[in-house]
T-cell receptor, first 112, second 113 residues
Framework: TQLLEQSPQFLSIQEGENLTVYCNSSSVFSSLQWYRQEPGEGPVLLVTVVTGGEVKKLKRLTFQFGDARKDSSLHITAAQPGDTGLYLCAGEGGGSNYKLTFGKGTLLTVNP | EPEVTQTPSHQVTQMGQEVILRCVPISNHLYFYWYRQILGQKVEFLVSFYNNEISEKSEIFDDQFSVERPDGSNFTLKIRSTKLEDSAMYFC???????????FGQGTRLTVV
């Protein structure tokens, strides 16, 4: 069974601070996706990383896939209150049906 | 922008009743999924569907659950006899060729009373 551990579970910071959240596993994933989920809504895809060591940037968000494709990180620079939300990582294990295994998420609160 | 749509957004049902949750995946996508999220817990895989048949299902997806693609656009999840523990958000998702990116619907909040 593939598991993804996200840390920290909760993070509360002030506007303008930088932060990093982590997604770790003992399993190798073919790809890893980061989502953001608002209360009562579905996960919204932010980025997909596929290659070990890959780095992708989305404005102030930087995503990295570990060299061994077992872990990933999301770094936010100069956080804003609009960044508040639940950040989920989800790994695709390489099977023929592309199902996702989700972590529990990091609930980020950015205070003005 | 194409999106996955789900109906209804909320469903309240009595224990033992049958419910059907409906989804319209993105039109050129090939793989379809149902996931669920019990309040406060992580999103869990239920079932994947490809080429008009189930390609994988989880332990949660027992005989009470079934999926169907009755026409070229809809994808449904049926729970035959609902239990209290079926109360959750149910998300439909779809992926296209290459299947690298899964797009999720807004979800159906199912409450079994």
């Amino acid at each position: 069974t593939q598991l993804l551990e996200q840390s920290p579970q909760f993070l509360s910071i002030q506007e303008g601070e930088n932060l990093t959240v982590y997604c770790n596993s003992s399993s190798v994933f073919s790809s890893l996706q980061w989502y953001r989920q608002e209360p009562g809504e579905g996960p919204v895809l932010l980025v997909t990383v596929v290659t070990g060591g890959e780095v992708k940037k989305l404005k102030r968000l930087t995503f990295q896939f570990g060299d061994a494709r077992k872990d990933s990180s999301l770094h936010i620079t100069a956080a804003q209150p609009g960044d508040t939300g639940l950040y989920l990582c989800a790994g695709e294990g390489g099977g023929s049906n592309y199902k996702l295994t989700f972590g529990k998420g990091t609930l980020l609160t950015v205070n003005p | 922008e194409p999106e996955v749509t789900q109906t209804p957004s909320h469903q309240v049902t009595q224990m033992g009743q049958e419910v059907i949750l409906r989804c319209v995946p993105i039109s050129n996508h090939l793989y379809f999924y149902w996931y669920r999220q019990i309040l406060g817990q992580k999103v869990e895989f239920l079932v994947s569907f490809y080429n008009n048949e189930i390609s994988e299902k989880s332990e949660i997806f027992d005989d009470q659950f079934s999926v169907e693609r009755p026409d070229g656009s809809n994808f449904t999840l049926k729970i035959r006899s609902t239990k209290l523990e079926d109360s959750a958000m149910y998300f439909c998702a779809s992926t296209g060729t290459g299947a690298l990116e899964a797009f999720f619907g807004q979800g159906t909040r199912l409450t079994v009373v």
